[in-house]
């Protein structure tokens, strides 16, 4: 299990010009984790400045009572005014650093909860030394910093010791986030301006939107955390633990979303991010910590993805004027997609916390069903890292297959669009083609599914549009068709192309554009796919390949016309499978 430190931060910091803040520290219940009864201990609350240095505020004496608990109180907090980040530093009579954490200064007029442990220490150290390399104050640094930084051993580590995996952790994400080629310069080449940067940056400290999380929350669950290990034991505030991770996600997402950038931006530049890395010294940490920061990042990334396309489709279905229960339905399908992924990150918690030690203890638990996964001769350590991890894979895998399964669409819901397209186009709902409600399965092939919510409300939208008078156009796109997509031969030519002419086959040109549209981003899709299916470097030509289809996506509703911009981009959305 996990050893917590003893500290919690209790109480708040208290903002205001002339109101001091009070500040609990509590030890955890774990007696060789508390601080020693009847010592002193000096608590020091620091700034961090915009050049990435640190500057002390204010410092207070307490004493630790017989629980290893203190009590202080210190004035002048910066507020985030004044400061993205403040630091608590306790130190004990010799001077000796024996707890740290770093936290956002709140809002004027708020408070800010703030949990201590072994993890919180380790991510201070990391934070603080990526934002001095940095020479900036800069928070998208500061959250990836606790992304890859899982692993409370690293606690006790010189974080200036330049051979120290907490160091080459911190020197490698500076290079990744703010260096060349790395996150903000992806998001800046693309589109991203300084502006939309500057609230971006912002909302990861701070965001009082309803329903958002922010940096606060992520280290107030670490309060919950520290005051869970002293009434529920460890396994409980592990669990709180790996809530806090799944929460980083979703920070990045609300800001974006606020900044008004593209959410499919912010997983392209973690992907920019990613290449980076590989040229910088987190390659050669320790393999315990790599495991548990590759374990880590696996989470990271299915939660990233899971909370754009979330975002995305809930405010297409909404721009489209989907049912409440279409709503409904979505949004329960996503918390449940949510939940799942948050009880990955529970039950595999402690792997990317100790990596080394929970695989030993799974090789000494499922030694006789493990095979040689690695194909060196023995079945060893080794062997149960790639098969916890392959584990963790595919856990997330299933909850995204529920999900998908999950939003399909009733036989009722295909009915009521197939008589809404009818009654637009002024024909019998029977003499509808019957793939107009199915698609064939592609994990099943042969068989037949109903479409997915997201498409059932674009094709009602554009029934209903168009029923009420509107009007839909769309220029075809001119790329070249797959090979792969031997499905597309109208011409019965056993070569895949050309684009079928549905104008010409008697379809009202209305919904001729829209099976335009649907065919055009299937080609497009396919493209995606084909690009890099003998690939030398799959994963680096995929993420060109992910990049060229979202630009392609983007030129394609710019091509539709008769409905707004807005309803141009929410068509394409919701027409398109989910995709993580």
């Not at 690293?154 to 911190?170: C, E, F, G, P, R």
């Not at 505030?237 to 008004?260: K, P, V, W």
């Not at 299933?398 to 009818?422: C, E, G, L």
């Not at 709902?429 to 092939?445: A, F, K």
């Amino acid at each position: 299990m996990t050893q917590r430190l003893s500290i919690d931060l209790r109480s708040w910091l208290r903002l205001g010009l002339a109101a001091a803040a009070a500040l609990a520290l509590a030890a955890a219940a774990r007696p060789a984790a508390a601080l020693t009864a009847g010592a002193t201990y000096t608590v020091v609350l620091s700034k961090v400045n915009s050049d990435g240095t640190v500057t002390d505020v204010s410092s207070t004496s307490a004493t630790a009572d017989a629980n290893g608990r203190i009590g202080f109180t210190l004035s002048s907090v910066p507020t985030t005014a004044q400061a993205n980040f403040v630091v608590l530093t306790v130190k004990d009579a010799s001077g000796n650093v024996v707890r740290k954490g770093i936290a956002p200064a709140p809002a004027n007029g708020s408070s800010s909860l703030v949990g201590v442990n072994s993890l919180a220490t380790a991510q201070a150290k990391a934070v603080l030394k990526a934002l001095a390399l940095a020479g900036s104050d800069d928070p998208v640094l500061a959250a990836f910093a606790m992304v890859l930084v899982r692993a409370p051993g690293l606690a006790n580590q010189n974080v200036d010791d330049t051979t120290s995996d907490l160091y080459k952790l911190a020197s490698g994400l500076k290079d990744a986030i703010t260096g060349t080629g790395g996150f903000v310069g992806y998001m800046q080449a693309n589109g991203a301006t300084a502006s939309q940067l500057a609230t971006f940056r912002s909302r990861i400290v701070h965001n009082a939107a309803s329903g958002t999380r922010d940096l606060g929350d992520y280290v107030a669950k670490f309060k919950d955390a520290v005051d869970t290990q002293a009434t529920q034991g460890s396994a409980a505030a592990d669990d709180l633990m790996s809530e806090a991770g799944a929460f980083l996600a979703d920070i990045l997402i609300d800001a974006a979303d606020a900044a008004g950038i593209d959410l499919a931006l912010v997983q392209g530049a973690f992907n920019a991010a990613g290449d980076v890395v590989d040229t910088t010294s987190i390659t050669t940490i320790s393999q315990g910590v790599m495991k548990g920061m590759e374990a880590a990042i696996m989470g990271f990334f299915r939660r990233l993805a899971a909370m754009r396309l979330s975002r995305e489709y809930t405010d297409a279905i909404t721009i489209l004027g989907g049912s409440s229960q279409h709503a409904a339905t979505y949004a329960s399908a996503v918390a449940a997609m949510v939940a799942a992924f948050t009880n990955v990150d529970k039950t595999y918690g402690d792997y990317w916390m100790d990596p080394d030690t929970y695989a030993a203890n799974y090789l000494a638990s499922n030694g006789g069903s493990l095979t040689d996964l690695n194909n060196d001769g023995v079945v060893d350590v080794q062997d149960a890292h790639m098969a916890i991890q392959q584990a963790i894979g595919q856990a997330f895998d299933s909850a995204w297959q529920a999900f998908q399964q999950a939003i399909r669409a009733t036989n009722a819901d295909i009915t009521a669009m197939r008589q809404d397209i009818a009654a637009a186009l002024g024909v019998q709902e029977s003499s509808l083609p019957p793939e107009v409600g199915t698609d064939e399965d592609w994990s099943n092939p042969g068989t037949q599914v109903n479409w997915a919510i997201p498409k059932v409300v674009a094709f009602s939208f554009a029934a209903n549009h168009l029923a009420g008078g509107g009007t839909l156009a769309y220029v075809r796109g001119t790329e070249a068709i797959p090979a792969s997509m031997t499905w597309l031969d109208p011409d019965n030519d056993g070569v895949a192309g050309p684009r079928n002419d549905f104008v010409a086959q008697g379809i009202p040109p209305a919904f001729a554009a829209l099976l335009g549209i649907e065919e055009d981003m299937a080609i497009l899709t396919y493209r995606r796919w084909d690009q890099c299916r003998n690939a030398a470097d799959a994963y680096h030509c995929d993420q060109q390949a992910l990049r060229d289809l979202s630009q392609a996506l983007s030129a394609l509703a710019g091509r539709i016309s008769g409905v707004t911009a807005d309803e141009a981009k929410a068509l394409v959305r919701l027409m398109q499978e989910p995709n993580l």
